[in-house]
């Protein structure tokens, strides 16, 4: 299968692409690129769409997480243990609690590019190119942080490198190991009323392991995890240069991410993003707002999995709380008619974005777990499969959204704001989400008292 050239790509029309003003500089990092070690490899890409096929099919559930935007200066040991260790405690929540199986699945090593509403940002009489991600350029508001620089495609591609080996270096290392669930909670995190019954189910997990090694269970089999790599595939001179051919099958794959996703801004039929993810062998997802119609869901499915592949293909529904139960339901009823084979996710998040008085932009948990129950609804009600959920989150205390258990209002969001793009769930409230998803789930697997 051949791959277009880049600017075959471009004259398809190529959107929320940067203006980057040196060419040259771009083609000789583009040609580094090039070269570089894949950063995934594309048996690990077969074996994740393996996992998504049990999805498709109603057999386990995707939990998807991490930065609206990861940032060259916080890929740090400790900030990418506490995204794990939080995505890992929603996982074993939402296993034991619901006893499904959960493919676990990554935002990072890679989301470093964001798409924009506007090319430019104005402050107080001053134009400047909008940021678009680390990948691109610099969050501060200067003419020489905003300049598109394509150094920063290599800078991207070495802290995803370091960010994999570290991740890789947890998950076969014990620290995700089962029987170290405790270990998971921090302080701040057990003071409240879900680190609680986060405690509480660990201890009913402790329980389990001992009564399952009594009996003669290979201990092992709870030491690693398997979890995997996500980012959405933006800038098509970094996805382009990370495309090799498998040595094993002459086939393409993206080595940049296990898995990748084509954007609501970037989904158009006959567009560049569309048209490369068509020809690699990822499995990739497509993120669908409200004005999405069953016609365009078809289409896209039979573009970039005319073989109708269980696990090739993830539709990500964004619709907003007050409009999922309104345009979902279509939507999936035609699909699922048309016979395509699609596992079906949740991103509550990109809908429920408002500015607060304060200026800063949040979310309400309770639109976030409102958008999450009319999924849940819309699939119980059509009896089709919830498959997951995507999530922006963060492992850190910040006050990012308002609402949950904490009862974070607007006036706490100055206390701990760090997103340099959208607002992430703090680790608590990640937790709270898991529960309630939980017990979604366990209307379909059977509840466990936790």
């Not at 051949?2 to 000789?28: K, N, V, Y």
């Not at 998807?64 to 074993?92: F, I």
């Not at 609690?97 to 990072?108: I, T």
């Amino acid at each position: 299968m051949q791959i277009p050239d880049l600017t075959t790509l471009h004259e398809q029309g190529a959107a929320q692409q940067p203006s980057w003003p040196d060419r040259d500089a771009l083609d000789a990092t583009v040609a580094r690129l090039r070269k570089v070690p894949p950063l995934v490899f594309a048996g690990e890409c077969d074996d994740l769409k393996g996992k998504l096929a049990a999805v498709t099919r109603g057999e386990a559930f995707l939990l998807q997480g991490g930065d609206c935007a990861e940032t060259l200066e916080g890929a740090t040991a400790e900030n990418v243990r506490a995204k794990l260790r939080v995505l890992l405690q929603m996982a074993v929540v939402l296993t034991y609690a619901a006893s499904v199986p959960v493919v676990k699945l990554g935002r990072l090593a890679g989301q470093y590019a964001k798409p924009r509403s506007s090319d430019t940002e104005t402050r107080e009489g001053v134009t400047l190119p909008a940021y678009r991600g680390d990948a691109v350029n610099g969050f501060d508001f200067t003419a020489e942080a905003r300049t598109p620089d394509p150094q920063r495609l290599l800078d991207v591609y070495n802290s995803s490198a370091s960010t994999l080996n570290l991740v890789r270096a947890f998950v076969t290392g014990g620290y995700a190991d089962l029987r170290q669930v405790h270990t998971w909670n921090t302080d701040f995190v057990r003071s409240s009323a879900a680190g609680k019954r986060y405690e509480r189910l660990a201890n009913e997990i402790d329980r389990a392991l001992t009564f399952m090694k009594a009996i003669g269970a290979d201990p092992d089999e709870f030491h690693r995890v398997d979890f995997h790599s996500s980012h959405e595939a933006l800038i098509l001179e970094y996805e382009h240069a990370l495309t090799r051919i498998d040595s094993r099958t002459d086939l393409p794959y993206d080595v940049s991410a296990h898995f990748l996703w084509i954007g609501e801004r970037t989904r158009q039929l006959d567009g560049a993003h569309v048209e490369l993810l068509s020809r690699i062998q990822n499995p990739i997802g497509v993120k669908l707002g409200p004005t999405t119609t069953p016609d365009d869901a078809i289409a896209l499915a039979q573009r970039l999995n005319p073989e109708n592949e269980p696990g090739r293909l993830t539709f990500i529904t964004r619709m907003g709380a007050g409009k999922i139960r309104d345009v979902l339901p279509e939507l999936v009823e035609k699909v699922t008619a048309a016979g395509v084979q699609v596992a079906w996710v949740c991103d509550p998040m990109h809908g429920n974005t408002f500015e607060a008085s304060s200026g800063y932009k949040t979310r309400r948990f309770e639109d976030v777990m409102d958008e999450v129950q009319g999924f849940f609804d819309v699939h119980r009600a059509l009896g089709t499969w919830p498959g997951g959920l995507h999530v922006e989150l963060t492992g850190d205390n910040v006050t990012e959204c308002v609402g949950g258990g904490e009862e974070l209002l607007e006036a706490d969001l100055a206390n701990a704001y760090e997103s340099v793009c959208d607002p992430r769930l703090n680790r608590v409230q990640s937790l709270e989400l898991a529960f309630l998803v939980a017990e979604m789930l366990s209307e379909v697997h059977g509840p466990v008292e936790v």
